[in-house]
Structure formats: C-alpha cells, structure tokens
C-alpha cells in the first residue's frame, strides 16, 4: 500500500487511479488546468510489508492556488549548477509540514525556524522540499518563511539552494501543467527560480505515457528559467539512461538523481542506479539515510516507532541489533560518535549526499556530528558486511524504477 497524505492506497488503488480512463477524466478542462472534480474516496488498507513511507507526505487532492503576493522576493547570486557543490549534507524537509507521518503542528514553527537558522549557520547549502510535502505545500512555505526570516550574513544566504520535488498526479499529464506546478512552488518559495526541481518519481511502473509530459514539462520549466537545475528521484538505471538521452538532445543537463540509499537499503549500488550515476556525471542525493529512524538507535521489537512507521519496518526490528552493535564499536573507534553520526558518515563515503530531517536543535547537531572525519575503507567494509547479515532490507519505494 502507499501512504498519500490523509489517504492510504494500495497497489491496486493506484494503479485504477492512474488508469488511462481516470486520466481521461481528470483532464477535460481546458488550457492544462490542474483542478478536477475527483469525489474523495478512502481506500480500504491491506496488510502488506511494502508500505511505500518515502511519499506519504503526498496528497492525491488538487493543491489550492497559493498567493505570495504578501511575500517580498528572496534576492540572491544565482547558484550555479554546473558546479554540482551542494555540500557534503544536506536537510531533508518532508517532516516540516507533514503532520500524518511526522506529526508536525504550526506550534513547531519556532523549533524549525531555530533548526533552519542553525542549518545555515553551520555552512549546510542543500534544504530539500516537495510541492507534496504538507497541506497546500507547507514545507515549501515554511521555507520561503525561513530563508526570508534568517537573521544572519547575507552570504550566507547567498549560499543556500532550495529544492523541491514536483509530483506527477493523475491530472497532470501535459507539459505546461509541470511547468505550472514549478511556477507554484517557486510562489510558496518566494521566490523568481527554484535552485532544483526535480521529478518525484516516475510513472514508468504504472502510466508510461504520462512520462512524455513529466520529461517535456520539466525541460520546458529549466528552459524558461523557472528552474536552474533538473533533477530526478527514484529512478533506476534503466529508466535514468532513457530520460537522460531525451534530456541530452534538448540540451538540458541533469544535476542529481534522488534515491532511497542507506545501510538497510543499498539497492542503488548494487542494481547499477550508482554506476549509472557516475558514468552520465549525476550527483547522487541519499534520501531517509537514517532509515526513517531506525539506525539511531532508540527503536527496537520492544519499542517500534510510532504509527505507520512500526507497522511497515516491524520485520526489520529483530534482526537489526547486530549492525547496530557494529556501528557502535565503529563510532566508539572515533571518539564516540553516535549511531546517526555513522550512518550518515557512511552514506557520504559511498559518494552521496545524505538528507536526513531534524524537527529540533539537538537533532540537527547529532547529524552535523557525521562532518569533519571519515571512516576508512576497511570500516565501510565492515559496516557493508554486518548490513548484509541483517538479512532483510526496508521497502523499497512502490514508485522506484528499473
């Protein structure tokens, strides 16, 4: 099943939602509007162990129009892609404004402002969104918020690139309705141009022609300048050489292709997603590098996480002490360093950029504790091994290509 926002959907469910026949539907109006006048309907849930958690801050409902006009535009250098340097970490923002999975209430607001503040402080450039994350876009806003609220230099400002992910919803299923939804995000940014956009995922598994237009329409958005880098998430080797060959012949460079990628999932260097990666020159961004919680630490069989979460990794609690144990003597060889600190220490020794959220301070602190050392190759090796003893891995991404 898939977790979208306030609505649980299986396989099935997406699969008659994203039928030719609903699409057909959804999209009379005229001139790529993205409005429709779908009924909403819950779904019933089924018991299945590939729960998708990676887009469950996704809403199947039409976004309302958000209105910036009350929001002064960000003034900034612009960032310049061809550089590819978004930092050796980055911040994912799918918990700032997700209250289903994440739990999050306006109340936060302040914590995050003070977590965003830090982030910058401390020289992290790469803050990452999705136009699905929270009702109405609100990790969007909260971030057009706080980069406009940060008390700090203006160089420092000047560093910082904001991405977001634009979801491929039934009803958009022509160019200009991508190239409408950049617009959009970049009005909840406040700003002109959004540093990268990216596709969500691809609708390769379950609409392929709906692909066309996710291609065209992103392409259309960097060459209107509404975006300045494109980027991809949850594509496989496969589907990455064919977008890339389209992108190649419109002249459009692709920057970064974001991936489920940690010790409890390492499919993408070992299916071909990374060689992939490194043979067409694309970054690598690791999203959920703490396994959405599970290489901290605090969560075991006698203590699952809460709600979804427990319920879609409880076959990965019992064997997942022994690697734990690993990591500890590994961060215990560095001075102490805390189970989060090598997970994501391992993620940037694989060559990736690791996101991993922060709702408060000391969260985000724990991660920048992952910066200034290194394991060596024969401690990776090791980590690589005791992972593979667990013997089970989390679910990968129901969207996730080949």
Avoid at 4 to 26: D, E, P, Q, W, Y
Avoid at 191 to 198: N, T
Avoid at 355 to 383: F, H, T
Wanted: with cysteine; charged share 20%; net charge positive.
């Amino acid at each position: 099943m898939v977790v979208c926002g306030n609505f649980v959907l299986t396989k099935t469910m997406m699969a008659r939602i994203c039928s030719s026949s609903f699409l057909r539907s959804v999209c009379a109006s005229k001139n790529g509007s993205e409005t429709n006048n779908c009924s909403k309907k819950q779904p019933t849930s089924q018991k299945r162990r590939d729960v998708l958690i990676g887009l469950s801050g996704a809403s199947l409902l039409p976004k309302t129009a958000y209105s910036n006009a009350s929001s002064s535009k960000i003034s900034q250098q612009p960032w310049n892609p061809s550089q590819k340097d978004f930092g050796e970490i980055g911040l994912g923002c799918w918990s700032w404004g997700n209250s289903f999975v994440w739990g999050y209430e306006e109340s936060m607001d302040d914590e995050l402002q003070r977590v965003f503040n830090v982030a910058v402080d401390r020289g992290v450039r790469l803050f990452d969104s999705a136009d699905s994350y929270g009702k109405d876009g609100r990790s969007e806003q909260l971030l057009g918020k706080f980069i406009r609220e940060y008390p700090g230099e203006d160089e420092k400002k000047k560093q910082i690139i904001l991405a977001t992910k634009f979801a491929p919803y039934p009803w958009r299923v022509t160019s200009k309705s991508f190239v409408n939804a950049a617009k959009e995000s970049a009005k909840r940014f406040g700003k002109d141009k959004i540093d990268l956009g990216q596709l969500h995922w691809s609708t390769g598994n379950y609409q392929p022609l709906q692909e066309g237009a996710l291609w065209s329409g992103i392409a259309d958005a960097y060459e209107e300048g509404i975006i300045g880098a494109v980027g991809l998430s949850n594509y496989g080797p496969k589907q990455l050489q064919k977008i890339h060959k389209y992108m190649s012949q419109r002249g459009v460079p692709i920057s970064t292709l974001q991936v489920q990628y940690h010790l409890l999932s390492r499919f993408p260097e070992l299916n071909g997603t990374k060689e992939t990666c490194d043979e067409l020159g694309i970054k690598l961004i690791a999203y959920s590098p703490l396994a959405l919680g599970l290489l901290t630490g605090k969560y075991s069989v006698a203590n699952p996480p809460p709600g979804l979460r427990g319920q879609a990794y409880k076959g990965v609690l019992p064997p997942l002490p022994t690697l734990l144990e690993t990591m500890r003597e590994v961060g215990d060889a560095h001075g102490g360093k805390s189970l989060p600190q090598v997970a994501l220490n391992w993620c940037m020794c694989k060559d990736t950029v690791p996101i991993p959220g922060a709702k408060n301070v000391q969260q985000l602190e724990d991660n920048l504790g992952a910066l200034g050392w290194r394991l060596s190759a024969a401690e990776v090796a090791e980590l690589d091994k005791a992972a593979e003893k667990v013997g089970v891995s989390t679910s990968q991404n129901i969207f996730q290509t080949a």
